[in-house]
């Protein structure tokens, strides 16, 4: 009997060559690993410990969406193991819807309110408000202006769907993640030509195509995506410290930040000498 292959090129990102490679060892034994690691462990034992009052649904739906937040942050370190680059930038896509709301929540009670509890005439008030606060806070664009106006104009029918993501980074304080960094990941959902084309390996010398890199991500190529990461887990956890009253690890969560910072310092140091 012939042994049973288990390579990349039998079967792909489920083979053990994909988390025993040279690569995902480098990875997995970095510092910015271990870091990314003993975040998820702290996010973990807070969640497991925290006492939800289940009469307060700010809580319990604080809680909810940490815990889907928590669960993408643990996809991401999965898949970031195997150099599936691409499907970790999927999962930070919507670790940050998770955490729009979230923060939402945190800064706005009346959101909290009128999203989870409110009728359509609660929705469409606070809408309006967002609308006329828009005549001096201008930070909307003119396509998104247009879109909450649409929404306000089909008063009959307005539903939670209708908060976008855009209304919900607004309320969150976090239009610049919203600006630069979601629509970056979402070239990777929409399998966009620009995202594919990170793939491709051009001749510097012609141009021409050479082969495409669809494994072997360097571990450096991947250092800035777990920190982003871990720094919105970071931000996440934080809100639930705030969030759920007896929930405790503030200490633990600011010598994480401290070190996840010094990464940073490494990494963005390590790019500028290449």
């Known amino acids: 009997m012939t042994a049973t292959k288990n390579t990349f090129q039998e079967i792909g990102f489920l083979a053990n060559e994909a988390v025993t490679n040279q690569q995902a060892q480098e990875l ?6 271990k870091i990314c690691l ?31 937040m928590l669960s993408h942050y643990q996809a991401i370190l999965l898949l970031t193991e195997r150099g599936m680059l691409h499907q970790a930038e999927i999962m930070l896509r919507s670790l940050l819807e998770a ?3 979230l923060v939402a929540f945190h800064r706005h009670n009346d959101f909290f309110d009128v999203f989870v509890l409110g009728d359509q005439n609660q929705k469409l008030r ?20 247009k879109e909450l106006d649409r929404i306000i104009a089909s008063s009959d029918n307005i539903d939670r769907a209708d908060f976008t993501v855009f209304m919900k980074a607004d309320l969150a304080g976090m239009l610049n993640e919203y600006r630069t960094l979601y629509p970056l990941l979402s070239e990777s959902v929409h399998s966009t030509l620009h995202s594919l084309e990170k793939d491709l390996i051009i001749n510097p010398k012609n141009k021409e195509i050479d082969d495409i890199n669809v494994w072997n991500k360097k571990p450096e190529d991947i250092y800035p995506l777990l920190l982003s990461t871990a720094n919105y887990m970071s931000m996440g956890l934080n809100m639930i410290l705030q969030l759920v009253p007896n929930a405790k690890g503030e200490a633990d969560l600011q010598t994480i930040d401290n070190k996840l910072q010094g990464e940073w310092q490494h990494c963005v140091s390590a790019v500028s000498h290449r």
């Open 126 to 145: 606070f809408l309006k408000q967002i609308r006329e606060e828009q005549r001096t806070l201008d930070t909307y664009t003119d396509d998104e202006l």
């Open 28 to 33: 997995t034994s970095s510092e910015c690993y």
């Open 99 to 101: 955490l729009f709301s």
């Open 38 to 68: 003993n975040l998820n462990r702290l996010a973990q034992s807070i969640l497991n410990h925290a006492v939800i009052h289940t009469d307060d649904q700010k809580e319990v739906y604080a809680i909810v969406y940490f815990e889907r």
